[in-house]
Antibody
Framework: EVQLVESGGGLVQPGGSLRLSCAAS????????MIWVRQAAGKGLEWVSVISGGNNSTYYADSVKGRFTISRDNSKNTLYLQMNSPRVEDTAVYYC???????????WGQGTLVTVSS | SYELTQPLSVSVALGQTARITCGGNNIGSKYVHWYQQRPGQAPVLVISRDNDRPSGIPERFSGSNSGNTATLTISRAQAGDEADYYC?????????FGGGTKLTVL
């Protein structure tokens, strides 16, 4: 069974930093691109970033470009999202998901809440 | 940047057919994926690549995509289908979601 479990969410001050992790199991992690999607309370889904299976390619939403970095450790079956200089508007539930450019997002984690506030 | 437009809400009587639209410039040239999100839960893929149903998704769910509009059709609507539904495409290596449609089953 495919499982994605996010961790690392919490309260962070504007301008601080936070790293989210996503532990994957049940599939050959290194073969698949992975995605972060976020959802502010009461709002819709927003795509954040995608990384290819081999780490060769990364893409970001304009809203996070230059501040967030997606990465992965295929030896640990883990996906990361480094959030630098977060803003209040980055407050959301962050979902880790399996899928790549052009492909459907066929598996989602349960999400981790990030609150950016002073 | 590419935009997808969905109606905020759609209502359907129990047992009838619901249609949720997703508008975008020449969306028919892209693959559209649809997700169902029940309150407090993570999204679930219900239709991929315009009209493919993942394993475990009832045949009542179907999709179409042509011109400037993609449509998710839910036949014989059930109370359990009440949820938010999102369409999604890829545009120049960027993921794009529609704003979401709340489906109410009356």
């Amino acid at each position: 069974e495919v499982q994605l479990v996010e961790s690392g969410g919490g309260l962070v001050q504007p301008g601080g930093s936070l790293r989210l992790s996503c532990a994957a199991s049940g599939f050959t992690f290194s073969r698949y691109a992975m995605i972060w999607v976020r959802q502010a309370a009461g709002k819709g889904l927003e795509w954040v970033s995608v990384i290819s299976g081999g780490n060769n390619s990364t893409y970001y939403a304009d809203s996070v470009k230059g501040r967030f970095t997606i990465s992965r450790d295929n030896s640990k079956n883990t996906l990361y999202l480094q959030m630098n200089s977060p803003r209040v508007e980055d407050t959301a539930v962050y979902y880790c998901a399996k899928g790549g450019v052009g492909a459907p997002i066929d598996c989602w984690g349960q999400g981790t809440l990030v609150t950016v506030s002073s | 940047s590419y935009e997808l437009t969905q109606p905020l809400s759609v209502s359907v009587a129990l047992g009838q057919t619901a249609r949720i639209t997703c508008g975008g410039n020449n969306i028919g040239s892209k693959y559209v994926h649809w997700y169902q999100q029940r309150p407090g839960q993570a999204p679930v893929l219900v239709i991929s690549r315009d009209n493919d149903r993942p394993s475990g998704i009832p045949e009542r769910f179907s999709g179409s995509n042509s011109g400037n509009t993609a449509t998710l059709t839910i036949s014989r609507a059930q109370a359990g289908d009440e949820a938010d539904y999102y369409c999604q495409v890829w545009d120049s290596n960027t993921g794009v979601f529609g704003g979401g449609t709340k489906l109410t089953v009356l």
